[in-house]
């Protein structure tokens, strides 16, 4: 008969800390101009008005907003709003 030791175990997460693992993911990083273009977009500007206050296009305009929607999985203005508010936009 052979004996083995093991390391009593521990719990690795305390019931108070659970919580604050379900936190949500940290945001994806935005370019400057995904940045100010969300901005916009959240302050209540069109696309065409956002175009025009940064020197663009508007369709440049709608290709940062969809790579915005992309990174952070989203997929209506109002979502987009939101989270500009959440990150400090």
């Known amino acids: 008969m052979s004996l083995t030791l093991t390391a009593p175990q521990t719990q690795t997460q305390t019931p108070a800390a659970a919580p604050a693992a379900t936190a949500e993911a940290p945001v994806p990083s935005l370019a400057p101009r995904e940045e100010e273009a969300l901005r916009h ?7 065409l008005q956002t175009a025009r206050n940064m020197g663009l296009s508007k369709h440049t305009v709608d290709a940062y907003l969809r790579r915005i ?12 709003t939101r989270m500009a508010i959440a990150m400090g936009l």
Do not use: V
Not at 41 to 47: D, Q, S
Not at 70 to 80: F, Q, V, Y
């Open 69 to 80: 929607r992309a990174k952070l999985g989203i997929s209506s203005t109002a979502e987009m």
């Open 41 to 47: 977009i959240a302050a209540g500007c069109t696309y």
